[in-house]
């Protein structure tokens, strides 16, 4: 394997991860004021994110720091065809990671809820924004000889792309009310399972097509056969398992059809990493927008000392706060933690 290819799938493991990590921490973001009843259960449900969103985020980071580095050409054409789309992500995730240290720093009703208010659009825009434009990878964008956008902001709004996006954002949603029945104590727990039970088949169907989709769109590759079959399977377990309160399980469920969602359009995209629809000539490839060689050796070795000492650090985060988030006892003011 040249390095090109492996850093393709170096960047592929990235947004695989990001949405994987980040997806239930939006879902919970979008449904806290849908999941609780008051004040407390609404900081119950976002203290139970509190400890792992901005770690999360970061795989964004690296995600489009990876491309920037590895695939220079790649990099430049989508994220210049995505600018007003990705200024809107940027404005939502800033509105978002400031609610989380805003909302709490007045009693004004109105203040905390224009805060949550906040953190509900950030988090319902993000996922739905960032999904459509890795459909647009797929389903093909504009692009000259040069290769350079050549079409409009409407040119965005693929059908595919629309499709996967709605079905990220509606999987982010299912992800976030399974977290909360594992990390929320009652009644916190038992209303996202409500929620959860409401968001199942509708996020199943939605998901299963864009699966379909995606592989349609593809070289119908083995691995995008056996994506497609993943994301199936683990739909229908999350589902079932909703359905018999195997919280576990279904949340499990969830992970594993995000990330084989996402990972099914970089599958399909192989050898390509843009699809233009102006000609298959001017698609833009792994080979065509690749980094030279010493600047992709010297990347490798960083990521090989790096990425493991963060994934350490990440997993010790997650096992240091894994305790469920309850409401406090009687006449306390802020959630408690107890073990499950």
Not at 11 to 29: H, I, N, P, R
Not at 199 to 208: H, K, P
């Amino acid at each position: 394997m040249n390095l090109p290819i492996l850093w393709f799938i170096i960047v592929a493991v990235f947004w695989t991860g990001f949405f994987v990590l980040e997806g239930f921490d939006f879902g919970v973001g979008a449904l806290h004021r849908l999941v609780v009843r008051n004040e407390l259960e609404r900081r119950v449900a976002i203290n139970a994110i509190g400890p792992t969103w901005d770690g999360n985020e970061v795989w964004l980071i690296v995600a489009g720091a990876a491309m920037f580095a590895a695939f220079p050409g790649w990099y430049a054409t989508w994220f210049s065809a995505l600018y007003l789309a990705l200024v809107l992500v940027l404005v939502g995730l800033i509105v978002r990671g400031v609610s989380f240290e805003f909302r709490g720093k007045s009693d004004s009703r109105r203040w905390q809820n224009g805060w949550s208010v906040a953190l509900t659009c950030g988090s319902i825009g993000a996922p739905l924004l960032i999904g459509v434009g890795l459909g647009d990878l797929l389903a093909g964008l504009p692009v000259g000889s040069n290769q350079e956008f050549t079409g409009s902001f409407w040119d965005l709004l693929t059908p595919f792309g629309v499709v996967f996006g709605l079905a990220l954002l509606s999987a982010c949603l299912l992800h976030g009310a399974t977290f909360l029945g594992l990390k929320a104590g009652e009644p916190v727990r038992s209303q996202a399972a409500r929620t959860a039970r409401l968001l199942r088949w509708i996020t199943v169907v939605l998901v299963v097509v864009a699966s379909g989709w995606t592989f349609a769109l593809s070289g119908k590759s083995l691995l995008s056969a056996a994506l497609l079959a993943l994301n199936v399977v683990a739909m229908l377990v999350a589902a079932w398992s909703i359905s018999g309160g195997r919280e576990g399980r279904a949340f499990a469920g969830t992970a594993v059809a995000i990330g084989s969602l996402v990972a099914g359009i970089f599958a399909g995209l192989y050898p390509d990493v843009l699809v233009s629809s102006t000609s298959a000539a001017t698609s833009l490839t792994i080979a065509s927008t690749a980094s030279g060689d010493y600047a992709l050796k010297v990347m490798t070795v960083v990521a090989l000392v790096l990425f493991p000492v963060v994934l350490i650090y990440q997993g010790w985060t997650y096992v240091i706060f894994r305790r469920r988030v309850l409401l406090p006892p009687d006449g306390a003011t802020a959630p408690s933690r107890a073990t499950s």
